[in-house]
C-alpha cells in the first residue's frame, strides 16, 4: 500500500501509534530497571520477568493489530504478537534450563521480532507516521543484537546482562518515535490553522 492511501487514517492511526509506542516504551525501561537487579540468579523472579517481556510485546502487537486495517501490515503485525506469546512461556521454560537456553531464546524471538519491525517500519515510513526511523532503527538492532545473543549463548560465558540494555535501548527508541508522533501532529494542527 503506498503512503498516500493512508491519509484518511493517518490522524486515528498516529494517535494510536503515539499511545502504544509510548505506553510499550515506557513498561519496556521500568522491566529493564527491574530485571538488571532481579537477574543476579536466575530464580522463579528473574524467569518470571523473562517471560513478561515479550508478553509486553504481545500484547502491544494485538493492541496494534486491532488498530489496523486488513492488509499486509496488519498480516504482519499478528505474526509478531504471535511469535512474541510464544516466546513467552518459551523464555520461561529455556530459563529453566539455564542461561545459555534462556539468552538462546531471547536471541531468536529477537532476529524473528525485529526482522518484523524492519517491515512493518518500512511500510509505516511516510510523513504521517512520523517516518518510522527509530522503529526502523531498534528493529534492526534488535535482529543483529539477536544474532549476538546466539552466539554468545554458545560461548563459555553466557549473561543476562544484555538483555537490560536491549530492553533499555528499546523502550527509548520507542518513546522517541511516540515524541515524533506528537510533533508530527502538532505541527499538522499549527499548519491547519
Do not use: C
Not at 543476579?40 to 515479550?54: C, G, N, R
Not at 537456553?101 to 521480532?113: H, K, N, Q, R, Y
Not at 544474532?147 to 528499546?170: C, H, K, M, R, W
Request: aromatic residues 8%.
Amino acid at each position: 500500500m503506498s503512503t498516500n492511501t493512508r491519509t484518511p487514517r493517518a490522524n486515528g492511526e498516529r494517535s494510536s501509534l503515539l499511545k502504544l509506542y509510548l505506553v510499550r516504551g515506557i513498561l519496556a525501561v521500568v522491566w529493564a530497571a527491574v530485571f538488571a537487579v532481579a537477574h543476579d540468579t536466575l530464580d522463579a523472579k528473574a524467569i518470571a520477568l523473562l517471560v513478561v517481556y515479550p508478553l509486553i510485546d504481545a500484547v502491544s502487537s494485538v493492541i496494534d493489530y486491532r488498530a489496523l486495517p486488513d492488509d499486509f501490515e496488519r498480516g504482519l503485525t499478528a505474526f509478531n504478537g504471535a511469535l512474541s506469546a510464544l516466546a513467552a512461556p518459551a523464555a520461561g521454560i529455556a530459563g529453566a534450563g539455564g542461561v545459555a537456553a534462556a539468552l538462546s531464546v531471547f536471541g531468536v524471538w529477537a532476529v524473528l521480532s525485529g526482522a518484523a519491525q524492519v517491515v512493518v517500519g518500512v511500510r509505516r515510513r511516510g510523513p504521517e507516521l512520523g517516518r518510522q526511523w527509530p522503529m526502523l532503527i531498534a528493529g534492526g538492532l534488535s535482529f543483529v543484537v539477536g544474532i549476538f545473543y546466539n552466539i554468545q549463548a554458545a560461548g563459555d560465558e553466557p549473561s543476562l546482562d544484555v538483555l537490560s540494555v536491549y530492553a533499555t535501548g528499546g523502550g527509548v527508541f520507542f518513546i522517541v518515535q511516540a515524541g515524533l508522533l506528537a510533533w508530527r501532529a502538532r505541527q499538522r494542527r499549527a499548519d491547519a490553522v
